[in-house]
T-cell receptor, first 114, second 116 residues
Framework: GENVEQHPSTLSVQEGDSAVIKCTYSDSASNYFPWYKQELGKGPQLIID?????GEKKDQRIAVTLNKTAKHFSLHITETQPEDSAVYFCAATRRLGGAQKLVFGQGTRLTINP | GAGVSQTPSNKVTEKGKYVELRCDPI?????LYWYRQSLGQGPEFLIYFQGTGAADDSGLPNDRFFAVRPEGSVSTLKIQRTERGDSAVYLC??????????????FGPGTRLTVL
């Protein structure tokens, strides 16, 4: 089955700097890669996703890149703000419609230092 | 509108007891998922419902775990003879089921289960 590895496990950056989180996946059939943000005591919330037919997607300060050949994808946050502090999870799944069992990475605890 | 809700938010029980965890999905969402999140880890898939039926229960760890969704809306995850290793946050997610699309899963806040 699918296996997703995520790193780093913790990341601390100065406010205004950029943060990058990287994930690799094992199943070449995976075709959907969402990123979730989880704040303390809350469930994960989708912040951005990318599908296997594109290599990059951007939404304001957040961008994701996907390299299907190397089977890795990354989250980029620019101009970081204190409210970006949270745990971030990457995930992968291989189904279009039907069951979309998400396989998550281990998470990255991002801390933005004022 | 209202998001996914889960009750209770916290549950403390003793080893060997039976527990039920409830999930109220977003109204109209036909797909419902249960995940388990251990401390410091990402969520792990347990079971998926499409309507009333469990379409995929491959993530349930053993036969002590069971889930139902009798009317295609609210779901209950049931754990028999709880063990300390069952302690985790149990997350529920729901989504639309447009077979032409990748459907965002909306997560509830989770139920934190502690088995003493």
């Amino acid at each position: 089955g699918e296996n997703v590895e995520q790193h780093p496990s913790t990341l601390s950056v100065q406010e205004g700097d950029s943060a990058v989180i990287k994930c690799t996946y094992s199943d070449s059939a995976s075709n959907y890669f969402p990123w979730y943000k989880q704040e303390l005591g809350k469930g994960p919330q989708l912040i951005i996703d990318i599908r296997s037919n594109v290599g990059e997607k951007k939404d304001q300060r957040i961008a994701v890149t996907l390299n299907k050949t190397a089977k890795h994808f990354s989250l980029h946050i620019t101009e970081t703000q204190p409210e970006d502090s949270a745990v971030y999870f990457c995930a992968a799944t291989r189904r279009l419609g039907g069951a979309q069992k998400l396989v998550f990475g281990q998470g990255t605890r991002l801390t933005i230092n004022p | 509108g209202a998001g996914v809700s889960q009750t209770p938010s916290n549950k403390v029980t003793e080893k060997g007891k039976y527990v039920e965890l409830r999930c109220d999905p977003i109204s109209g969402h036909t797909a419902l998922y249960w995940y388990r999140q251990s401390l410091g880890q990402g969520p792990e898939f347990l079971i998926y419902f499409q309507g009333t039926g469990a379409a995929d229960d491959s993530g349930l760890p053993n036969d002590r775990f069971f889930a139902v969704r009798p009317e295609g809306s609210v779901s209950t995850l049931k754990i028999q003879r709880t063990e300390r290793g069952d302690s985790a946050v149990y997350l529920c997610a729901s989504s639309d089921q447009d077979r032409r699309s990748y459907n965002e899963q909306f997560f509830g806040p989770g139920t934190r289960l502690t088995v003493l």
